[in-house]
Nanobody, 119 residues
């Protein structure tokens, strides 16, 4: 059974940076698409960014130029580098995998990691 485990969340001041990492275990195959979604209090879960093994990416408009998604150096790892963070980026960030393209939502989910942007 594939499990996704996120790490790297926490409290950061506006304008700061944070790096999230997701590692998928239990899969002998390479997960072709991995990405990040987030859910703020009272809001629906939304795409943040997704990436394929070939490097194709899809970003939400409100994070373009501030966030960078990349595949980690180890198999089935995805990293989200977040910069110029804003209070509205506060949310639980979920790792996602199993989609067939970077424009689709996969069926595999992590438990989430909380990112709080506040002074």
């Amino acid at each position: 059974q594939v499990q996704l485990v996120e790490s790297g969340g926490g409290l950061v001041q506006p304008g700061g940076s944070l790096r999230l990492t997701c590692v998928a275990s239990g899969s002998s195959a390479t997960l072709s698409v991995m990405g990040w979604y987030r859910q703020a209090p009272g809001k629906e879960r939304e795409l943040v960014a997704a990436i394929t093994t070939a490097g194709s990416t899809n970003y939400a408009d409100n994070v373009k130029g501030r966030f960078t998604v990349s595949r980690g150096t180890t198999k089935n790892t995805v990293v989200l580098q977040m910069s110029s963070l804003k209070p509205e980026d506060t949310a639980v960030y979920y790792c996602n995998a199993g989609a067939y393209s970077e424009f689709q939502q996969g069926v595999l989910w992590g438990k989430g990691t909380l990112v709080t942007v506040s002074s």
